[in-house]
Structures are given as C-alpha cells and as structure tokens.
C-alpha cells in the first residue's frame, strides 16, 4: 500500500471540510493549513465578498499566483499535515486526496447556520442556495482556463465522502481509517477513488420487483453486525449530479435498512465514460433509471429520491403506486 504523507481535503461549499480538516489533524497531530480562511481573509481586505473575489479572481491572476506558490513551496517541503484547499489536490503527489460533497440544500443550510462575516453572509436558504453554486461554478470555470483540470472530475481524487447524512465523527473515523488502510484499501491502490456515499442518495437501475434476496432477513443482519465498512464495495456510476448503482442492489439495500449514513463504492464510470457496451454514465442513467424504478425503491426504502430531468421528460413519468396511473 502507498505511503500518504499528508492529508489533503477540497469538495462543496458546506460539505464540512473545515470541521472535519481540523478534528483529522488534532487527531493525527498534524499541523493544518486553510486557503479557504486566506481567501476569506483577502475578500475582507478587499473589501468583496468571497464570491466577488472568486469572480475579480478570474481577471487578476495575481490573486491565485499568491496563493498556488504558497501550496507548492508546501507541498514541496515534505511536511506531513492537512490542507484544506479546492486545489491541494493539483499540487501535492503524496497526500490522501479527499473530495467532500453534500446534498446542495444541506450544504446551504449548514452555511446559513454558521456565523457571517463581510465575505459570506446570506439572508435566506435560496440565495445561500444559489450563490454557492455560483461561487463553485466560478471556481470550476477559473481552474479549467488557469489550471486545465476540472475539479468536478471525481479520478482527480483519493476519496469522495458523502457529508450529507454523516456526523462529522463518522466522517472523520472513516477518513482517517482509509488513510491508516483500514478500509478501502485495495480500490486506494488499484482503482482509486475510494467512494464512502450516503446510500440515501444512490440510484437504482434495476426494477425492486425483479432484485433478489433484497429482504434476506440473515443477510441484513450479518451487514448489521459487520458494519458498513465491511460491505463489498457497491459498484457505481456517476452522471456529474447523481450516483447509480451498476452492481451491488442487494447491498445497497442492506445498507439502507440498517439505517448506515455511509457505504463503500468503487467507481466504474463517471459522465462519458463508458459503463458496458460502450454506453456512458449519463446514457446508462438515462436508460436505466426509469419513474417508476426509483420510486418503488424509494418507497420501499422509506428514503426520498428526487426525480432527475431525464425522468421527469420521460413518457414513464406516471410513478407506480399513484392513483392516477389506474394501477
């Protein structure tokens, strides 16, 4: 298994990076470094607000200059620590590189929670909702033009981390176990990233009705006592918004009805890469996640998955089970 050093961590606006960037480094004993909190602190002297400088950063190289040679010259150092930076990950070759994300509404309303200051403050769930994709996707513009790398682009990364649902100490444990090589290990060295996603917000492809053994009263309860971290790896697909599942329905559900926060996954395919016979992520999301697929697995599951456009377009948009179908 390789060695990692350090510890770097980037992913969604609200995703928890900081929370769980400082309890990882107090527990491993490790120094950490924040550019997000140097971003902040150069909006505040510029007088803008941390999108505004996110978009003045776009036109005034200067901006990132300062800070990507501050990232290379400690990367360079050796050191081992943690980093919490959206670009730490383009920088250093041997930290564990960690991509945090959460469900937008979350994301929104953690940041609304949390103290405001004159570079971020928001007065409603929809704005902090709105220009936190704007911040994002400004960020993601700025990296493509400066840097050629897309930081949406998930085998950037080590590790991807579904925050929505988790407690920061379940977070935190399972990062820190992946790190140790604990969990994760072999799809770390031969197929990374290792993906911990919140099985509340995984797709289904397959119809409930035809998956087998789903209800396996042992099966459930050998996952129950071994622990979500001891699943085989789900198999999954990503179209760049949502997780599907390729191969491993009967865990998943396992998962579900012992109420885990996070499952381990293995990433086949992410957008146009290929899932089987040359289809790609989108395509075979789009053929396979049908209305009434998701929605019996969502009732079934007690879990609520919103209906992606391909869906809410298609011809089968009448949900199984509604009284209207006639069903």
């Not at 400082?22 to 527990?27: G, T």
């Not at 609304?112 to 400004?138: D, F, Q, T, V, W």
């Not at 790609?280 to 919103?306: E, M, N, Q």
């Amino acid at each position: 298994m390789t060695v990692r050093k350090s510890i770097v961590f980037n992913g969604d606006l609200g995703s928890g990076k900081s929370t769980v960037s400082v309890e990882i480094a107090r527990r491993l004993g490790m120094r950490r470094v924040s550019v997000g909190d140097l971003y902040r602190q150069m909006a505040q002297e510029r007088q803008m607000t941390a999108l505004q400088l996110n978009l003045h950063a776009e036109l005034d190289q200067a901006v990132d200059g300062y800070v990507d040679q501050l990232q290379r010259d400690i990367a360079a150092s050796g050191e081992a620590l943690v980093m919490d930076s959206r670009l730490a990950w383009h920088f250093f070759t041997d930290a564990l590189k960690v991509h945090m994300i959460t469900e937008p509404g979350e994301a929104a309303r953690r940041v609304l929670l949390r103290p405001s200051g004159p570079a971020e403050s928001y007065i409603s769930l929809e704005e902090a909702k709105a220009k936190l994709r704007e911040r994002s996707e400004s960020e993601r513009n700025r990296f493509i033009v400066r840097y050629g790398v897309d930081k949406a682009r998930l085998r950037n990364y080590d590790l991807v981390c579904d925050s929505t649902r988790a407690t920061a100490d379940e977070v935190i444990t399972h990062i820190i176990d992946a790190y140790e090589g604990r969990i994760g290990a072999d799809v770390l060295r031969d197929a990374p990233p290792l993906l911990l996603l919140d099985p509340a917000r995984v797709y289904p492809t397959e119809d409930i009705t035809t998956l087998r053994g789903l209800w396996d009263s042992e099966f459930v309860g050998e996952v129950a006592e071994a622990g979500g971290e001891a699943l085989e790896p789900l198999r999954i697909g990503y179209t760049g918004e949502y997780f599907f599942v390729v191969d491993g329905h009967r865990r998943l559900s396992a998962a579900l009805q012992n109420g885990f926060h996070l499952v381990p996954a293995q990433l086949v395919a992410e957008v146009g890469e290929p899932v089987v016979g040359g289809m790609s992520a989108v395509d075979y999301f789009a053929a396979h996640a049908r209305p009434s697929t998701i929605h019996d697995w969502a009732a079934a599951h007690g879990v609520t998955l919103p209906l992606p456009e391909h869906a809410l377009l298609n011809g089968d948009a009448v949900l199984a089970g509604d009284p209207s179908s006639g069903a």
